[in-house]
């Protein structure tokens, strides 16, 4: 699985990254968090307000910060 925080490095960008990286040690999820600060690469994913979270291609948020348990939900 691969999990992609999209955003310029903004403090709701770090914590939906720290967010996801603690629902996967929490779920046991094997998957591969990444942080993805190049515009053209979120602009390529359609995301007009970050952060964004994708998962395996698809956004699943856009514009707020995830919560831990929001992020397991999606990853069971």
Do not use: H, R
């Not at 707020?64 to 397991?72: L, T």
Request: aromatic share 4%; glycine share 10%.
């Amino acid at each position: 699985m691969k999990i992609e925080v999209l955003g310029t490095g903004c403090a709701k960008c770090k914590t939906l990254y720290e967010n996801a990286k603690k629902a996967v040690e929490e779920t046991g999820t094997a998957a591969e968090v990444l942080k993805v600060e190049d515009i053209p690469t979120i602009m390529k994913y359609g995301v007009m307000s970050t952060p964004a979270l994708v998962i395996d291609g698809q956004v699943k948020f856009s514009g707020k910060v995830a919560s831990v348990v929001e992020i397991m939900g999606m990853l069971a």
